[in-house]
């Protein structure tokens, strides 16, 4: 059963019991994924697969079998940190599991091999021109090849993601997630080769393995992630405005900020003066900035789920107790605790998923972008919550 138009929501047969009203509405819970999805994303695991492999093999070759060992486990560390910080992003909506280990690979993988044969291209060149080693080569590499390599490739991994995953990429924080994750799976492989050739240079755990894990695991553990997430932003509205041609335009857009950031961290050591001071006066504002920008999209994706809830309610799917308890961090907890206390837990946070999922395909059918299956999303969560009301009907009610 879908709306009869995108301004309402379905509604349900009257009955005074939840359980028995949502089981009288007919609905159904149609298929959610097409054959043709599975295998795309099937052969894009095996290609990433692959690619990861070839990458390994290089570094194995460059960095030898002990100090790539080490320096897994130094690299891990920040990895850890940052995909925390991502979970913390990604609580509200979480993106499927399948399209983020994608994101991990795609970042620690493909976008280095990108990154890798271009700058094998541009040192074949600057052999030929014998400007290898010289200033301008490697001012060139660091300031203007880096950034605008990096940075697309890492952006690119963002807009096939957007691409396959368009019935599930919501907005801005959807990008940003996706866009976190695939640079901190960049920064990972990028850390194995920096942590492994100062081990190498030092024979050990030395001062250069010192200065360089302080730097990049202590100091910079999130310089990819904020370059990486401007492309993500842009690419999220891409997903709430466009189709995938133009998507394409929000994705070089996005680049812009991206390979600016990452050229102004890069250019650093060429002119200021005492890198330090510069650290905690420009790049120590620019990440609270972020922090402060990823924290007011949450906030928008709260309220969303709030407006878009609260049109189900009105007829008859929810409670108005029900909208404000799953639209709020605190709210959840309590009513999480609560079916903690009676041994229903999983099942609660099952409901509170797929009432948030169902929000977001209600903004999606609001916003008409019916043609990327959101009406189908809306009647197989709409069954799901029938579902989870069963499982629920134990649940005494929480005053």
């Known amino acids: 059963m879908t709306s009869p138009y995108p301004g309402q929501a379905p509604a349900v047969a009257p009955s005074t019991d939840p359980v028995s009203q949502t089981d009288r509405t007919g609905v159904t819970r149609p298929v959610r994924r097409s054959t043709g999805t599975i295998l795309l994303a099937a052969l894009g695991f095996v290609v990433l697969t692959i690619v990861i492999l070839l990458v390994a093999w290089y570094l194995l070759v460059v960095l030898g079998p002990t100090a790539l060992l ?3 486990v130094l690299a891990a560390i920040p990895l850890v940190g940052v995909l925390f910080f991502i979970r913390w992003i990604d609580r509200w909506e979480p993106e499927p599991r399948g399209a983020l280990l994608f994101a991990l690979l795609w970042g620690a993988g493909a976008s280095v091999l990108i990154a890798l044969a271009f700058s094998g291209v541009t040192q074949h060149y600057e052999a030929l021109a014998g400007l290898t080693g010289s200033g301008v080569a490697t001012f060139f590499e660091t300031v203007v090849q880096a950034p605008v390599i990096e940075e697309f490739a890492k952006g690119l991994g963002i807009l096939l993601i957007l691409w396959v995953m368009r019935r599930t990429f919501d907005g801005p924080v959807d990008g940003v997630v996706y866009a976190a994750t695939i640079a901190i799976g960049f920064a990972f492989t990028e850390n194995l080769q920096y942590f492994g050739l100062a081990i190498n240079q030092d024979g050990g755990l030395g001062t250069d393995v010192a200065q360089t894990f302080l730097l990049r695991a202590i100091l910079s553990p999130f310089a990819h992630v904020m370059f990486t997430a401007c492309t993500g932003v842009l690419l999220g509205l891409a997903a709430r405005r466009t189709g995938r041609l133009g998507a394409i335009g929000y994705f070089l857009l996005g680049l812009v900020p991206a390979v600016l950031l990452h050229a102004f ?21 620019l990440f609270v900035l972020a922090i402060a920008g990823v924290t007011r999209l949450r906030r928008h994706e709260q309220r969303l789920t709030h407006v878009r809830l609260a049109e189900y309610a009105a007829v008859g799917w929810f409670t108005e107790s029900e909208v404000n308890l799953l639209t709020t961090g605190a709210g959840r907890q309590r009513a999480i605790n609560w079916a903690n206390r009676h041994g229903l837990g999983h099942p609660y946070r099952r409901f509170v998923r797929d009432a948030t999922q169902l929000a977001f395909a209600r903004e999606r059918l609001v916003n008409g972008r019916q043609g990327i299956g959101a009406s189908l999303d809306e009647a197989s969560l709409l069954a799901a919550i029938v579902e989870d009301r069963r499982a629920l009907g134990a649940l005494p009610p929480l005053h």
């Open 265 to 285: 961290w890069n250019s650093a050591s060429y002119w200021a003066t005492d890198w330090f001071r510069y650290y905690f006066v420009v790049q120590v504002p």
């Open 70 to 72: 080490v320096a897994l």
